[in-house]
T-cell receptor, first 113, second 115 residues
Framework: AQSVTQLDSQVPVFEEAPVELRCNYSSSVSVYLFWYVQYPNQGLQLLLKYLSGSTLVKGINGFEAEFNKSQTSFHLRKPSVHISDTAEYFCAVSGGSNYKLTFGKGTLLTVNP | DGGITQSPKYLFRKEGQNVTLSCEQNLNHDAMYWYRQDPGQGLRLIYYSQIVNDFQKGDIAEGYSVSREKKESFPLTVTSAQKNPTAFYLC??????????????FGPGTRLTVL
């Protein structure tokens, strides 16, 4: 079975500050990892994904994430956030013979002026 | 524009009533999914379908039913047997289910409130 833990349920930051949203996963097999963003009352949009290759993955809106196999982590980062980045962010994992995309419980990022 | 549409955006239901949520996609995707989202709980899979006329239960299928008569459409019925149906419901699709690397594309969601 696979699982995802997002270590912070809420992260408040000031505009133009850097941010890191933490995600750890557990799986007995190799995995694919995803970060999705959800703006209020909307569906989810893919930010980035790790399938293989370089462990540093760049996504949309200036976000990037680093896959760390030894620490089973896939933390999301942005060097300078904007008010418009206020949203909920979900980490998800897919692995093994299980087709399932397993989601974390989400991290609410609030960017304050 | 290709994408996924869900209707209605907001839905109110009286206790004891069945209600059907619509999901349509024009992405020519084989696989479709229904998720339920509750505050602080992430997304939980209700049902999924890989091909027309086939669907499988997810983690929380009790009190829900689906059909997949057309590739483009995957409606979800919330029955009166669902004990706590008030939630945000998200429909998604992917090219196919077998490739675990496939991105899932999401619709805008339907917020169901039971009065």
């Amino acid at each position: 079975a696979q699982s995802v833990t997002q270590l912070d349920s809420q992260v408040p930051v000031f505009e133009e500050a850097p941010v890191e949203l933490r995600c750890n996963y557990s799986s007995s097999v190799s995995v694919y990892l995803f970060w999705y963003v959800q703006y209020p009352n909307q569906g989810l949009q893919l930010l980035l994904k790790y399938l293989s290759g370089s462990t540093l993955v760049k996504g949309i809106n200036g976000f990037e994430a680093e896959f760390n196999k030894s620490q089973t982590s896939f933390h999301l980062r942005k060097p300078s956030v904007h008010i418009s980045d206020t949203a909920e962010y979900f980490c998800a994992v897919s692995g093994g013979s299980n087709y399932k995309l397993t989601f974390g419980k989400g991290t609410l990022l609030t960017v304050n002026p | 524009d290709g994408g996924i549409t869900q209707s209605p955006k907001y839905l109110f239901r009286k206790e004891g009533q069945n209600v059907t949520l619509s999901c349509e996609q024009n992405l020519n995707h084989d696989a479709m999914y229904w998720y339920r989202q509750d505050p602080g709980q992430g997304l939980r899979l209700i049902y999924y379908s890989q091909i027309v006329n086939d669907f499988q239960k997810g983690d929380i299928a009790e009190g829900y039913s689906v059909s997949r008569e057309k590739k483009e459409s995957f409606p979800l019925t919330v029955t009166s047997a669902q004990k706590n149906p008030t939630a945000f419901y998200l429909c998604a699709s992917s090219i196919d289910r077998i490739d675990r690397a496939n991105e899932q594309f999401f619709g805008p969601g339907t917020r169901l409130t039971v009065l």
